[in-house]
């Protein structure tokens, strides 16, 4: 089955740039897309189509997938955006969707 | 607006059976493509099953065989039932509207419903 993997937690301070990757098998051939989800709320999109932002996410989200590598980038990381985030794509050749195991941000 | 509200979770014991229900308002259950998705504590999100607008169906292999999601289109609500339920179901399980098209993704999502298998 297909597999995601993002690193376990990410720091960065106030006002810096945080990048949160997203790995898998030709990962580039599919489009990626991402969740936060802070502790008590339901998951939000932030990021779908590898790089698009649905309306209401700040610019400071962006996002691009190619080879076996998406990245999600926060641009002037706020204390707000701290909360875990997961990649997630479609396997077509299972019907199945899949998530990585998630990634939490810490803005300190 | 879109609403996605989950009932159903309680605590029960392993080996039981347990009926989630997902009410849905704004949009039409059977128009659309919905899922289940789950959060066990202290764990990262797991897709659990999904339903395709023609009705087909797909499952994770942690649940295949024991789960079964269907949708009742006159209530415009979906289901998922769960049998022969173990300690590691226990989670937070989420109805989701899903984007299936060039991409697929979730754009709504419920808040949540917990369900606690123990004896």
């Known amino acids: 089955s297909y597999e995601l993997t993002q690193p376990p937690s990410v720091s960065v301070s106030p006002g810096q740039t945080a990048s949160i990757t997203c790995s898998g098998d030709k990962l580039g051939n599919k489009y990626a897309c991402w969740y936060h989800h802070k502790p008590g709320q339901s998951p939000v999109l932030v990021i779908y189509?590898?790089?698009k932002r649905p309306s209401g996410i700040p610019e400071r989200f962006s996002g691009s997938n190619s080879g076996n590598t998406a990245t999600l980038t926060i641009s002037g990381t706020q204390a707000m955006d701290e909360a875990d985030y997961y990649c997630q794509v479609w396997d077509s050749s299972t019907g199945n969707v899949v998530f990585g195991g998630g990634t939490k941000l810490t803005v300190l | 607006e879109v609403q996605l509200v989950e009932t159903g979770g309680d605590l029960i014991q392993p080996g039981g059976s347990l009926r989630l229900s997902c009410a849905a308002s704004?949009?039409?259950?059977?128009?659309?493509?919905m899922s289940w998705v789950r959060q066990a504590p202290g764990k990262g999100l797991e897709w659990v099953s999904i339903?395709?607008?023609?009705?087909?169906?797909y499952y994770a292999d942690s649940v295949k065989g024991r789960f079964t999601i269907s949708r009742d289109n006159s209530k415009n609500t979906l289901y998922l039932q769960m049998n022969n339920l173990r300690a590691e179901d226990t989670a937070v399980y989420y109805c989701?509207?899903?984007?299936?098209?060039?991409?697929?993704?979730?754009?709504?999502w419920g808040q949540g419903t917990l369900v606690t298998v123990s004896s």
């Open positions: 339903i395709y607008s023609a009705g087909g169906t």
């Open positions: 189509h590898d790089f």
């Open positions: 989701a509207s899903m984007v299936f098209g060039v991409d697929v993704y979730i754009d709504f």
């Open positions: 704004g949009f039409t259950v059977n128009s659309n493509y």
